[in-house]
């Protein structure tokens, strides 16, 4: 193959391999005019002519350099063309847009300008965008967050690939350098245009391109290669981590209402980079989908939840939650309110076919009644599921939170019991001891304490006509 055409062959390859565009598929490519995304839109046309896939141009003019905005435009206009490829823009007034919200331009315009492409690919069928990053961006970017003083994750730099709501952004230019990308041009005979903006280094990223980087390139001339392998390699180290993360906090965590129990034998059994992640994850999903853990917050925790003799901590961990460590557990999450009480009142259970179900949004269970026309066996198959006597089983039934002075009839035991002490020795939590549930009678009667205890109320005998089967499971909407 001739030298010209390596590039474009390496990169068919990687669109073919790497991101799977195949015969058919439609791609959005989002094209600045910039000397980057000029090369990407013809290696990507080029790709498409010979795979038997197609290629659509999207640019967005933001409007902020004038009749120099307007020269990118029609360029980019003109060459998609004179290249055969469908063109979409967009032409925002972002200088008016961040007057009226008071929005960062650059976080502003990043937000209109993906809502176009989405939308542009949307309009095209299209499952995937295209966006010009490349190995000098990715060494940008990794010296700036190592500057920020970022961890292994912000290391991993820019990724190859990531969802874009129900679609994907690609990155197939990322492992090729701004050299030969300009080669390439000159090669091809692929016109762009120069952004005069990239040139002030008031923007950090420029100021890093145009200084730091060249500064730092004395002491080490690969420094840009060396900082794109480092990527690469904390990008596959990441991903390994998050996954074993995923795993241990599966096995050593629980949805506990809105926040999470932990057990702190298995956490302090773990490798301390596994603890730290696992707090991360819990702390990054509580707070919302852009939230970032602080390293300060995720080091409290770690220390709390390994010390050797804790009888009871709480530390405010920011963001409105708390850690509370009790009994050799713990709890993530909301800061509990020691007051707040819930009741749900279930006052028909359906006929024989149908099911009720009932959410418990503070303690993060489902509780599903039903008929039963006869038992064939009234033990439960699990502390998660009881059997009542129908006939015995004054309406409405009602699941609440556990109130002072509260007694149970607890099933084999003569007498009754307090709740407070069901929950201490069952080593419940204090602080979490108001969530914990309870299904009570039309009479008032605590019948049953899921996962803890029954009552001797209601019980299925030989000659029961017809019982009512509960059940009580985690919410599925309790994830992280």
């Known amino acids: 193959m001739e030298a010209q055409d390596e590039l474009g062959a390496r990169v068919a390859r990687s669109l073919r391999d790497t991101f799977g565009i195949g015969p058919g598929a439609r791609v959005v490519a989002a094209v600045s005019g910039g000397a980057d995304s000029m090369a990407m839109l013809h290696l990507l046309k080029a790709a498409a002519d010979r795979d038997g896939w197609h290629v659509i141009a999207a640019h967005v003019n933001h409007g902020f ?14 060459i998609a063309a004179a290249w055969g490829i469908p063109f979409e823009l967009a032409e925002i007034d972002m200088p008016a847009y961040i007057a009226a919200t008071g929005l960062n331009p650059q976080a502003a315009s990043r937000e209109r300008r993906y809502a176009f492409l989405r939308e542009a690919a949307r309009m095209h069928g299209a499952a995937s965008i295209a966006v010009a990053h490349h190995a000098d961006d990715q060494a940008e970017t990794v ?12 290391l991993a730099g820019i990724p190859l690939r990531r969802g874009e709501q ?17 080669a390439y041009n000159v090669r091809q005979g692929v016109p762009s245009a120069s952004d005069s903006s990239n040139a002030k280094t008031h923007y950090l990223r420029n100021s890093v391109r145009l200084e730091a980087l060249p500064y730092l390139e004395r002491y080490n001339p690969d420094l840009r290669a060396g900082l794109a392998r480092l990527a690469e390699l904390a990008s596959a180290e990441d991903d390994y981590m998050e996954a074993a993360a995923i795993r241990a906090l599966a ?53 709390t ?17 708390a850690l509370i460590r009790e009994y050799g557990y713990a709890y993530i999450g909301p800061a509990p309110d020691a007051q707040a009480g819930y009741i749900y009142t279930v006052a028909e259970i359906p006929a024989h076919s149908g099911e009720l179900e009932l959410s418990v949004p503070e303690c993060g269970l489902v ?17 998660w ?15 609440r939170s556990r109130m002072p002075g509260d007694r149970m009839d607890p099933l084999g035991l003569n007498g009754s019991k307090k709740v407070q002490d069901i929950l201490v020795d069952a080593k ?34 030989e000659g029961t006509g017809g019982a009512i089967r509960v059940t009580c499971s985690e919410s599925s909407h309790h994830t992280v």
């Open 428 to 461: 419940v939590p204090r602080s979490l001891r108001h969530l914990n549930p309870l299904l009570v009678d039309g009479a008032g009667r605590i019948l049953w304490m899921p996962g803890l205890r029954r009552s001797r109320h209601a019980v299925p005998g």
């Open 143 to 154: 010296l700036m967050r190592m500057l920020r003083g970022s961890g292994v994750t912000g």
């Open 305 to 321: 939840l390994t010390a050797e003799r804790p009888d009871i901590a709480r530390i405010d961990v920011g963001s409105g939650l």
């Open 166 to 182: 129900e679609l994907e952004l690609i990155r197939p230019l990322l492992r090729i350098t701004k050299s030969e990308l300009l």
């Open 385 to 399: 599921e009881a059997f009542f006597d129908e006939a015995e089983l004054p309406m409405p039934l009602a699941v």
């Open 65 to 78: 350099r004038g009749s120099e905005s307007q020269a990118e435009a029609e360029l980019v206009r003109d």
């Open 251 to 303: 096995a050593g965590a629980e949805r506990s209402g809105a926040g999470w129990r932990l057990d702190a034998d298995v956490f302090r059994g773990l490798h301390l980079a596994l603890q730290r992640r696992m707090i991360k994850l819990i702390l990054n999903g509580l707070a919302g989908p852009h939230a970032q853990a602080r390293f300060e917050q995720v080091e409290e925790i770690v220390a």
């Open 367 to 383: 509780f599903r009644f039903s008929r039963e026309d006869e038992i064939v066996d009234p033990t439960p198959g699990s502390r």
